[in-house]
């Protein structure tokens, strides 16, 4: 397997199902050179404040540049971390995030539940580092124009992906070549 090289280190931060084998931010993982994640929380996993911390706690490992790969719950906790820490962070890619005004499917955890768990009231304030959000235009835990408010907020740019779901296994997403592209593009 050929390695990705980057500058900066590169910090997955996955969202509440943690590390999925076939998950493109786990296939990721496996190709970077310099790169650390977010570990699974052994409990409370729900606990927005626990999840902020364990990406505080990885990030106080690093030196040197970052840049913050997050898909789905795992971007709300970094809205969440940029809006307690101040870090200098080089960039962030942030993929499908879910919508807490959202009706979601069942196998989800329901927004109310994580509302509970101190998700709510979501950071929406510009982010302190440079940023690209990818949106689904079909993804069933938020509608684009959530997605776009959410970026908007951010200051991200926003990066229409078309139909690709949720942008995980589910929707037929192992690898993901464009998210090596846009780690460039952040790590420049």
């Not at 943690?18 to 699974?40: C, F, G, I, S, Y």
């Not at 927004?111 to 982010?127: E, H, M, S, V």
């Not at 908007?152 to 690898?175: D, I, M, Q, R, Y």
Request: glycine share 6%; hydrophobic share 45%.
């Amino acid at each position: 397997m050929e390695r990705l090289h980057t500058a900066a280190t590169i910090l997955i931060v996955p969202g509440l199902r943690d590390h999925v084998a076939e998950h493109w931010q786990t296939l990721l993982q496996a190709r970077l050179n310099k790169v650390r994640a977010v570990p699974p929380l052994q409990v409370n996993g729900l606990d927005c404040n626990a999840r902020v911390e364990a990406i505080q706690g990885e990030l106080e490992q690093i030196e040197g540049d970052v840049v913050l790969v997050a898909h789905s719950a795992g971007v709300l906790m970094v809205a969440h971390w940029a809006a307690r820490y101040n870090r200098p962070i080089k960039g962030a890619l942030l993929a499908a995030p879910p919508d807490l005004q959202a009706q979601w499917p069942a196998a989800y955890p329901s927004p109310d539940t994580l509302r509970a768990n101190g998700w709510a009231p979501l950071p929406i304030k510009a982010l302190p580092f440079p940023s690209i959000v990818a949106a689904s235009s079909d993804d069933h835990l938020a509608s684009l124009q959530a997605v776009a408010a959410m970026a908007e907020g951010w200051g991200s740019e926003l990066l229409s992906l078309g139909n690709v779901g949720h942008l995980n296994p589910a929707s037929g997403f192992g690898p993901w070549p464009l998210a090596e592209t846009l780690i460039h593009q952040l790590d420049q």
